[in-house]
């Protein structure tokens, strides 16, 4: 069974997937699809959530996401309003 970077953190500190999932508030199927590696589909905010937990970023748990995030960054930069962009740019 492959050993994902969720579940090296989980097992160091000790928590079944059961208690974490009670700690963190997240629904026990989702915490054990996570824990062994099914992480697609699932919200960013869900991740964090348990990132958070550890004390950790997101990408150190579900390294995958650096894609999404990349993709999200490029978004946000092009959707990001132009009066925004030029105050950004504005000397104060």
Do not use: C
Not at 21 to 31: D, E, M, P, Q, W
Not at 60 to 66: I, M, R, T, V, Y
């Amino acid at each position: 069974m492959k050993e994902t970077p969720m579940r090296k953190t989980r097992k160091a500190a000790g928590l079944s997937i059961s208690e974490l999932a009670r700690r963190t508030g997240i629904k026990l199927s989702t915490v054990h699809r996570l824990d062994y590696g099914g992480g697609e589909g699932f919200a960013i905010a869900t991740k964090k959530k348990i990132a958070d937990y550890f004390g950790v970023n997101v990408l150190d748990l579900f390294p995958e996401e650096l894609g999404n995030l990349h993709r999200a960054q490029m978004f946000a930069r092009i959707e990001e309003p132009e009066p925004a962009r030029k105050a950004k740019g504005a000397k104060r």
